[in-house]
């Protein structure tokens, strides 16, 4: 959801703050880390302690550094390939913090073994999706795709586990687990078969020297 708005946020909310920032000289590589850091902390220190609203807070706080160093980047000519790597790596650890700091609170406060091994597995499994995309492409294949990208990860669990501390209602971040769940199961799974069309395509061509 945040990419598919990422323009709006970019030109209008935040363009204020990615002026200044270029002012002041600095980095779009800072940002990403500071922004990594603070996501991290968000989920890290408050979640395991019964404190979602709070962590929600925090990590929201942060989460647009994913915007903000993008556009920096773009606007002072200072793309880069190392940019992009640095980018894309500290995403994994935020999402990682994410739903480890939710493990976390399930295995403490929310005391429940079940969503527990439920949020393990979506952690699991968000890795598993960045890294069948990412394989594929080193290979030269396309593995997009899918009900569980990651920014619409990011939005649901954060939006729905902020909901579910406001108004007292734990099933929303609950069922918000399961179907997070079974949407990323369901991208892994397509993105493998969409990997092995192609494989198997690419491996019935000729090959040159072989008769």
Not at 10 to 33: E, F, H, K, N, Y
Not at 144 to 169: Q, W
Request: charged share 15%; net charge neutral; glycine share 10%.
């Amino acid at each position: 959801m945040l990419d598919r708005f990422k323009n709006f946020w970019q030109g209008v909310v935040l363009a204020p703050v990615i002026d200044l920032l270029i002012r002041l000289g600095v980095s779009p590589d800072v940002v990403t880390l500071v922004g990594t850091l603070g996501v991290s902390a968000g989920a890290l220190v408050f979640f395991p302690q019964g404190m979602l609203l709070t962590g929600v807070l925090v990590i929201t706080a942060f989460v647009f550094s994913d915007l903000v160093d993008g556009a920096m980047a773009r606007k002072t000519g200072r793309v880069s390939v190392f940019g992009n790597f640095f980018d894309s790596t500290l995403d994994r650890i935020g999402d990682g913090a994410i739903f480890g700091g939710l493990v976390l609170y399930f295995a403490g406060p929310g005391d429940s073994v079940l969503y527990t091994s439920l949020t393990l597995y979506c952690l699991v499994m968000g890795a598993v999706t960045s890294y069948a995309r990412a394989k594929a492409e080193s290979l030269g294949l396309q593995a997009k795709g899918g009900l569980a990208e990651r920014a619409d990860r990011l939005v649901a669990i954060l939006v729905m586990t902020g909901l579910s501390a406001i108004f007292g209602l734990p099933w929303l971040m609950h069922l918000t687990i399961w179907v997070l769940a079974a949407a990323s199961t369901e991208t892994v799974v397509r993105r493998v078969l969409m990997v092995r069309r192609q494989a198997l395509a690419l491996d019935q061509e000729p090959r040159p020297g072989v008769s």
